[in-house]
């Protein structure tokens, strides 16, 4: 799937493209973060998106995590789903 394509689909026409775009700006930064600066960055995200008044709910999350694992490895579907679980304890 090319860099962007992702926001084109059509599973993801209900959620708006500020927030997609968002989500891209943000792919684009952490892509050059290792693993131990990632979680620290994921959250700063966050919390900016909020501030925004950017909030994902439970729906448009798994919608747009089922279309970027579209194309990964199993390895790299595992890493994402680890990485959002993590998120989810820290925001309880």
């Not at 209900?14 to 290792?34: F, P, T, V």
């Not at 709910?57 to 490895?73: D, N, R």
């Amino acid at each position: 799937m090319q860099e962007k394509d992702w926001m084109n689909n059509p599973k993801l026409q209900g959620i708006d493209k500020s927030k997609l775009e968002m989500l891209q700006q943000m792919a684009d930064q952490g892509s050059q973060k290792n693993q131990n600066e990632l979680l620290s960055f994921l959250m700063a995200a966050a919390s900016s998106g909020k501030s925004k008044g950017l909030q994902f709910s439970p729906e448009e999350m798994k919608l747009i995590l089922e279309v970027v694992k579209m194309g990964k490895s199993k390895q790299e579907q595992e890493r994402l789903d680890k990485i959002v679980r993590i998120m989810q304890m820290m925001r309880h």
